[in-house]
């Protein structure tokens, strides 16, 4: 896809506020009185509307979700015969780990975090000064968006590392650099702080909203990474949380696709997701992974891009018979309705998609030093597509809308697994937390194990929990990430763990510093 129309697409669909679970318009409610405006529950939603709405920018391949995985071993945007998404070798620097700071995706990372922020903070500032609302709701709404806020810096800290720690949406002055350190402590003691204002309910009415399970689970994931990002270990603090969040009312969904279904907010293994709605702005991940011609073989129309695959060796972990093999990728024959025959390319090939992406010798792209790389370009209907969510059939030139969810049970249970193992605790426990998820997803205990490690841990999160915001973090901790693999012929820098502050951050606010290892400003 042509780069311009691509990034106008995309500026509009994951930055933009797409819907949010309260189906409400985005509307602008400072100047609205303060004492008359809050009183009732639509009201309220509709002020808190842009808040929970900043969750859609987790989901862009140029922003979490794209570094997450591209940066990892699961995700690919490889370039098309041609020239398709080559879009000036952002998608090379992402696979191969040689972005800087001037770097496209570098730069929407940062901005998809920053702007989330703001808009957080700007409707706590709403809702501080509102006086239609009782005590009871302002600390309860408060909360939420303190939760909210720090979310968006567990994500900032794992992600950069050091960041301008902003509350305050009303004070202007340009803000300085707040180390990884005290961004951890702040986003830990904000959850301790707030956990017994927020509901615990696992209701149609709390979906979507920011719960103690959010807090449980992110509280979770700070102490699951605690080592790496200011390096102390708090296994301990692991297993509580996620014991504290098995407490509450979430189950293991008995079919492990229904978190996934078109209408998966009735599911109740789903603790934060990012609502969608096919009518208005929705998840748009059938444009990204799907061929052009796919969607006429699978039962709808839609302009799709031709984009997003699994890298090959990540596909191949996968136990085949494993019924989350054909639930995460799409690979074979695109099957034309009306013939019965193979779709064929624009080039007269057939529509196979192969699990192997293989570069047509002399399309070799060179690296930022000059230097020839295995990146190159690849046949159109290579690559095995990403359908973990269900494409539903009859969609006509619309979004989808399957919630994606954030955090799942599921994530929980391989948690606290690994957590027991890696403090020393009890190794049985362990074991029948991951049996548990592989029971779920064989419908029998057949393929249990009999004592659980760290490696099935790490292969089981690969398999449970594709393509949902985790890889790049848990290679970090596995010790993976920075290894040669696939195309990433070179060992990555220690210091590349972390990104690089966008330079053109810093030409709008030089207190800015640049992280360690990069070239400073």
Same mark, same amino acid.
């Given at each position: ?58 989901? @862009? ?10 940066? @990892? ?24 780990? &040689? ?19 703001? #808009? ?12 239609? /609302? ?35 949406? #009303?004070? *202007? ?72 969040? /098995? ?80 639930? *995460? ?58 359908? #973990? ?10 979004? /989808? ?73 848990? /290679? ?15 060992? &990555?820098?220690?210091?590349? #763990? ?24």
């Amino acid at each position: 896809m042509n780069k311009i129309i691509k990034n106008i697409i995309c500026t509009v669909l994951a930055p933009a506020a797409l819907v949010s679970c309260m189906d409400l318009d985005e509307n602008v409610y400072d100047k609205l009185p303060t004492d008359s405006f809050g009183t009732s529950a639509a009201q309220i939603d509709a002020i808190m509307a842009p808040a929970y709405r900043s969750l859609t920018n987790m989901f @862009a391949y140029d922003g979490p979700f794209g570094m997450a995985d591209m940066t @990892a071993d699961i995700m690919v945007a490889p370039t098309r015969v041609g020239g398709d998404w080559w879009d000036g070798g952002q998608y090379m620097e992402q696979t191969m780990h &040689t972005w800087s700071s001037t770097s496209y995706s570098v730069e929407n990372m940062w901005n998809y975090c920053m702007e989330a922020v703001t #808009k957080v903070n700007s409707v706590y500032s709403i809702i501080e000064s509102n006086e239609a /609302m009782s005590e009871e709701q302002r600390v309860r709404y408060l909360s939420e968006l303190r939760g909210l806020r720090a979310f968006w810096y567990y994500i900032i800290v794992d992600n950069f590392g050091n960041a301008p720690l902003v509350t305050d949406f #009303k004070n *202007t002055e340009l803000p300085t650099i707040t180390s990884r350190a005290d961004i951890y402590k702040f986003v830990v003691d904000e959850l301790t702080e707030i956990l017994p204002n927020l509901r615990k309910d696992v209701s149609d009415d709390s979906y979507g909203k920011f719960t103690q399970g959010a807090a449980h689970m992110v509280l979770a994931k700070m102490y699951l990474n605690a080592e790496e990002w200011i390096g102390q270990t708090n296994w301990k603090g692991v297993v509580e949380q996620c014991d504290e969040l /098995m407490k509450l009312d979430y189950i293991l969904e008995p079919n492990w696709k229904t978190n996934f279904e078109v209408h998966n907010e009735v599911s109740r293994e789903i603790i934060l997701p990012i609502c969608f709605n096919k009518n208005e702005w929705g998840n748009v991940m059938h444009y990204w992974t799907l061929h052009y011609l796919s969607p006429q073989a699978l039962g709808f129309t839609a302009d799709a891009w031709n984009g997003l695959c699994a890298q090959p060796e990540f596909v191949r972990t996968f136990d085949t018979e494993d019924p989350r093999y054909e639930g *995460t990728f799409l690979i074979g024959p695109m099957i034309d309705p009306n013939t019965g025959e193979v779709l064929k390319t624009s080039i007269g090939h057939d529509l196979i998609h192969t699990i192997d992406l293989n570069v047509v010798p002399g399309t070799e792209k060179t690296d930022n030093e000059g230097n020839l790389t295995r990146w190159g370009e690849v046949h159109q209907e290579e690559g095995a597509r990403i359908c #973990k969510w269900v494409f539903e059939k009859g969609m006509q030139n619309t979004y /989808m809308e399957n919630d994606v969810a954030i955090f799942r049970l599921a994530d929980a249970y391989l948690m606290k697994a690994e957590a027991l193992l890696r403090m020393g605790g009890d190794p049985g426990e362990a074991t029948r937390l991951v049996n548990a998820i592989r029971e779920r997803a064989y419908q029998d205990s057949d393929h249990n194990y009999q004592q659980v490690t760290l490696e099935n841990i790490y292969d089981e999160r690969g398999y449970e929990l594709a393509f949902e915001f985790v890889r790049r973090q848990d /290679m970090i901790r596995f010790g993976t990430y920075l290894a040669p693999r696939w195309w990433k012929e070179k060992q &990555t820098p220690e210091y590349r #763990k972390i990104f690089p502050i966008p330079l053109k951050a810093y030409q709008k606010n030089n207190n800015l510093k640049q992280n360690p290892g990069y070239p400073a400003f």
